[in-house]
Antibody, heavy 122, light 107 residues
Framework: EVQLLESGGGLVQPGGSLRLSCAAS????????MSWVRQAPGKGLEWVSG????????YYADSVKGRFTISRDSSKSTLFLQMNSLRAEDTAVYYC???????????????WGQGTPVTVSS | DIQMTQSPSSLSASVGDRVTITCRAS??????LAWYQQKPGKVPNLLIY???TLQSGVPSRFSGSGSGTDFTLTISSLQPEDVATYYC?????????FGPGTKVEIK
């Protein structure tokens, strides 16, 4: 059974940093691209960042480019999102999500974690 | 970047009704279009990918069609458990943008 468990969310001041983690199990982690998708309170879904199975290719939404860094550790089957220079508009629930296609930069999502909330406020 | 729009933004229909949601891309995306259902307080669930391929375990009353810039999600007979917000998402290339969502309620 595929499981994705996010952690690391919390309250942070504007300009601060936070590192999110997503522990994966139940599938060959290094085979599949992974992404972070966020949802601000009462709002829709926003794709944030994605990474290929090997970790060699990374992609970002313009809204986070230069501030967020996605990475993965295949030895620990864990996905990360380093978030720096946080702003109030980054407040959201952050989901990690798995892509079912292993070898293409075409990311849609067949499994989602339960999400971790991030609040940016002074 | 390609923009995704959905219409309507919300709808109310009776149980058993046929419901159609439209998604439009600002540029052609071939058939690289997915649909998700998000029930209140729950995690999004993949319904359809490649514009018309039903994800395993999804009821057959859900169907998708379209290619290029115009796509539709159809619920052939609306059920009470279909109350949710539905999102389209393009995945031909990054950024993998979602549409703004369509909220479906029971009349």
């Amino acid at each position: 059974e595929v499981q994705l468990l996010e952690s690391g969310g919390g309250l942070v001041q504007p300009g601060g940093s936070l590192r999110l983690s997503c522990a994966a199990s139940g599938f060959a982690f290094s085979t599949y691209p992974m992404s972070w998708v966020r949802q601000a309170p009462g709002k829709g879904l926003e794709w944030v960042s994605g990474i290929s199975g090997s970790g060699g290719s990374t992609y970002y939404a313009d809204s986070v480019k230069g501030r967020f860094t996605i990475s993965r550790d295949s030895s620990k089957s864990t996905l990360f999102l380093q978030m720096n220079s946080l702003r109030a508009e980054d407040t959201a629930v952050y989901y990690c999500a798995k892509t079912p296609l292993g070898n293409k930069a075409k990311y849609f999502f067949d499994y989602w974690g339960q999400g971790t909330p991030v609040t940016v406020s002074s | 970047d390609i923009q995704m729009t959905q219409s309507p933004s919300s709808l109310s229909a009776s149980v058993g009704d046929r419901v159609t949601i439209t998604c439009r891309a600002s540029q052609g995306i071939n058939n690289y279009l997915a649909w998700y259902q998000q029930k209140p307080g729950k995690v999004p669930n993949l319904l359809i990918y490649a514009a018309s391929t039903l994800q395993s375990g999804v009821p057959s009353r859900f169907s998708g069609s379209g290619s290029g810039t115009d796509f539709t999600l159809t619920i052939s007979s609306l059920q009470p458990e279909d109350v949710a917000t539905y999102y389209c998402q393009k995945y031909n290339s990054p950024p993998f943008t979602f549409g703004p969502g369509t909220k479906v309620e029971i009349k």
